[in-house]
């Protein structure tokens, strides 16, 4: 069966042949899909348009988070995010800072008939690296050279600033296209068609302001499905009686909306639910779990509210921050055992080696807890060029 694209109603293509629609934007770890909605040409479009600014302004989030994207890839790596002792840092998926690039100064003293190279780099592996490029350029072996002064420091930055941005029009239809895209997963393609849905559709595409559409919410969601404090969540309702049908958007366990989806539905009661886990791809859809109440039928689509956006994004953020805590504690208890175990391996595992091994990890979260700087001078014989 031939299907016309429903956004711009001229491109037509095979069921299930069209472009590949994500549910929850793949960006934000969206794994659900159809391919019975539109065209490739207004996928790229509205990709452009609506979806990239909607991934954008959370893409902060999504870093602390370290999700994986529904194309499996690790979330962005936020290039020069901020600066450090005039040294520009990125944030890493986890929220990890790491200088952004490394620095090698290279003085030739002529008189002397010596090379001196100095590298700063983010690990030994790329010192290693580095001074093995600058010795090949050179014409020189590891043996013909000499180790100075070498220092190991761990550096925080005092703070870090960032902007998560929801009160776009063009973020809010995306998230309405969210809600659209879901309940199209569960109707057939004539009823999508209908008309019925034909506000929704002109909102989305931008012919329409229809700020009556979608709005930021408090009330309270269903409890199913429920599968993760970071995850993304539709929840579709259609109601015979009612004749409307609303969609509620939920992302990152926090930040909720309400896309009123139509007004004249003509099709039988619907209730779904569908959740995805961001952080790891687990996904789950519920059926009649997610009945709605009177509280979720009364309420109006008004557009934004500042004061809603800003208490759910302190909580959303708050959550995303904890969790970088959480891989951040984690990352360094596995370093620092696993540099002691290098150093003391060949020994038994005594309660005085216990104890050391504990008192390393206790001061290494201190440090990361209370944003100490640490700096250790590593003797050269103690420093190998592999």
């Known amino acids: ?72 890839k690790e979330a962005a790596t936020l290039k020069s995010y901020g600066t450090h002792n005039g040294r520009n840092f ?10 952004s690039r490394v620095k090698i100064d290279r003085q030739i003293d002529e008189e002397k008939g ?46 870090i600033s960032v902007s998560i941005d929801l009160g776009l029009v063009s973020q809010h239809r995306s998230i309405a296209k969210t809600a659209l895209t879901y309940i199209a997963t569960m109707i057939s393609p004539e009823r999508l068609r209908s008309g019925c849905f034909s506000n929704i559709i002109e909102y989305i595409i931008g012919s329409e302001e229809a700020s009556n559409s979608i709005s930021m919410t408090q009330i309270n969601f269903p409890p199913l499905p429920n599968i993760s404090d970071a ?32 007004d004249c539905w003509e099709g039988p009661n619907l209730q779904k639910g569908y959740a995805v886990n961001p952080l790891n791809g687990d996904q789950v859809e519920y059926e009649d779990t ?12 008004s557009g934004f509210d500042g004061g809603i956006y800003l208490e759910m994004v302190r909580k959303v953020f708050g959550a995303a921050f904890n969790h970088h805590v959480k891989l951040e504690h984690e990352r360094i208890i596995s370093e620092v055992t696993e540099e002691f175990f290098k150093e003391f391996g060949g020994e038994d595992f005594t309660d005085e080696l216990k104890m050391k091994l504990s008192s390393r990890i206790a001061k290494a979260i201190a440090n990361s807890v209370y944003k100490i700087n640490e700096y250790r001078i590593i003797p050269p014989d103690h420093f190998k060029i592999i």
Not at 123 to 152: A, F, P, Y
Not at 244 to 259: C, N, P, Q, R
Not at 290 to 301: F, P, Y
């Open 1 to 72: 069966m031939k299907l016309t694209c429903i956004y711009c109603k001229t491109e037509q293509f095979d069921q299930g042949k069209g472009s590949e629609e994500h549910v929850v934007l793949s960006s934000l770890g969206g794994r659900k899909s159809s391919r019975s909605i539109c065209c490739q040409k207004c996928n790229i479009e509205l990709g452009k348009e609506i979806d990239k600014p909607l991934a954008e302004g959370l893409r902060i989030i999504s870093t602390f988070y370290g999700i994986i994207t529904g194309r499996g």
């Open 90 to 99: 990125d944030l890493l998926p986890g929220g990890r800072v790491e200088l």
């Open 114 to 159: 010596v090379v001196n190279i100095s590298v700063r780099a983010r690990n030994v592996d790329e010192v290693n690296k580095l001074l093995k490029q600058q010795l090949k350029s050179l014409g020189k072996g590891i043996e013909d050279i000499q180790i100075g002064e070498i220092t190991e420091s761990v550096e925080y930055p005092k703070s």
């Open 231 to 262: 995850q993304h969540r539709v929840i579709i309702s259609a109601s015979e009686d009612k004749k409307m049908a609303i969609g509620l958007v939920e992302l990152f366990g926090g930040l909720k909306f309400m896309v009123a989806l139509t």
């Open 290 to 301: 997610v009945n709605l109440n009177d509280e979720h039928w009364s309420e109006k689509a």
